[in-house]
């Protein structure tokens, strides 16, 4: 492997990232096309939290990935378990990763915290989808991150990153 693309190599071992295939170029370019297509993609969600984390921000990413896996919980005892422990990682004030939300939607959660639904952390999920969308996305598809992984593959004769 060059060694331009040698800071790749730790995003892409199985033994770390549970990856075992590889990311495409053309996976990597419709990242460029939307937000929900970089979220929605095999390896985009890994990639953009592997970037945040340079950016001290993956809390972001990491509840709207919480808040997904939330959602098809279908056990009421586990979903209460689940949304307490979402709840003390990133809405409560002070939380390790507490998230930038506005006070109507911590409010709602914590009154629906004892008998959570399914959706009570819609509101918030939007709000940090919103967030990540107008101000690290578009920061992610300039950063040389980004931009090293799409020449990388440009370049590679196959156009994929294989572990």
Not at 27 to 37: P, T
Not at 105 to 117: F, H, V
Request: glycine share 2%.
């Amino acid at each position: 492997m060059s060694p331009n693309i040698c800071w790749l190599c730790k995003i892409f071992r199985a033994e770390e990232n549970g990856i075992s295939s590889k990311v495409s170029l053309e996976e990597v370019l419709q990242w460029s096309q939307s937000f929900e297509k970089l979220l929605t993609s095999k390896y985009g969600p890994m990639i953009y939290k592997t970037y945040l984390k340079t950016e001290h921000s993956d809390e972001n990413i990491e509840f709207w990935l919480a808040c997904e896996a939330y959602k098809k919980i279908t056990s009421q005892r586990k979903r209460i378990s689940v949304a307490r422990k979402l709840f003390t990682s990133y809405i409560q004030p002070q939380a390790p990763n507490e998230i930038n939300i506005d006070s109507p939607a911590r409010k709602a959660i914590i009154s629906n915290i004892q008998e959570p639904t399914q959706s009570c952390f819609d509101e918030a999920q939007r709000i940090i989808y919103k967030h990540m969308e107008r101000d690290s996305y578009p920061r992610f598809l300039e950063s040389k991150f980004y931009q090293k992984l799409k020449h990388s593959l440009q370049t590679n004769g196959n156009n994929s990153m294989v572990n």
